[in-house]
């Protein structure tokens, strides 16, 4: 009993501090694990298919960057302008589809239900090969651009029209008894709060729109899958050049996807 006294008692600090060094461990251990598995699956699959096609690596490295750095930037351009032109689509159809107005309500759902029930392709075909027959003429990059922009509004239109809904309906009472207008109220109240709620389902509108971006090389765009098709072509290296283009793709989706991460941590971050 003497000694037990005696005995100073074991503090709970280095016991917290063990139990954190021992998940930063496991996290660590963890991590390794996982990108090993990634490393051998890229490895396995992407050196097989590669010593199968009998590439030369003279092609990588000489027609590699100019798939890389025309194709890709001009997929960069296209996704980045229509993700901003669809927004501005879905923001209008949205509030069109909650409009109390039956002419609007009607443009608006008219907009989503046709553009949602075709395909992009075909959307892309008819801006670019059939509006011609009409007198209107379009190069290749608006055209595809203009095709991206009305299919992801559409789409989106009912991801902010969720959004605009999921603002608590008291809020909006609040402001309209303190004598603010509608516009007002949508504006400062509703719309800032439904961004926050619909930004997670934009950035993978965007990604998704980075792989559907390849659709408009069928109308000569020189984008990614453009410039593969055509280096690979003319090397007789068809495989080697898709792989390249299916690596850029990749990459530019993990890349988005990271900041999208990010984006989305900071937003909750700010809810809490």
């Known amino acids: ?9 074991r503090g709970v600090a280095p016991i917290v501090e063990e139990v954190a060094r021992a998940q930063r461990g496991a996290r660590r251990r963890f991590s390794a694990v996982f990108a090993a598995v990634w490393i051998g699956l890229i490895v396995l699959i992407g050196g097989g298919m590669w010593i199968a096609s009998g590439a030369d690596l003279e092609f990588v490295f000489v027609s590699g960057p100019v798939i890389v750095l025309q194709g890709a930037g001009i997929t960069i351009l296209v996704s980045a302008l229509s993700i901003v032109f669809a ?41 670019f090969f059939a509006l011609p027959q009409l007198g209107i ?39 309209e008894a303190l004598g603010m207008q509608e516009r007002l109220v949508m504006q400062r109240i509703v719309l800032p709060q439904a961004v926050r709620i619909v930004v997670p389902a934009i950035g993978n509108e965007f990604i998704a729109m980075i792989k559907d971006s390849a659709l408009v090389s069928t109308i000569a765009v020189h984008e990614t899958l453009f410039m593969a ?36 941590r900071r937003l909750a971050r700010g809810d809490r």
């Open 137 to 175: 003429v379009l190069p290749a990059i608006p055209a595809g651009i203009i095709a991206l922009s009305m299919n992801y509004g559409a789409y989106m239109t009912e991801i902010f029209r969720a959004g605009i809904q999921a603002v608590a309906a008291g809020q909006r009472e609040a402001a």
């Open 87 to 127: 927004t501005i689509l879905a923001v209008l159809g949205a509030l069109g589809r909650l409009s109390g107005n039956p002419v609007i309500n009607g443009i608006a759902s008219f907009y989503v239900s046709l553009i949602r029930g075709t395909p992009l392709l075909l959307q892309i075909y008819f801006i």
């Open 1 to 9: 009993m003497a000694a037990a006294a005696g005995a100073e008692p």
């Open 229 to 264: 098709q055509r280096i690979g072509r003319s090397a007789f290296e068809v495989l080697a050049a898709l792989l390249i283009a299916g690596a850029v793709y990749w990459t530019l989706t993990i890349i988005f996807s990271f900041f999208q991460e990010r984006l989305e």
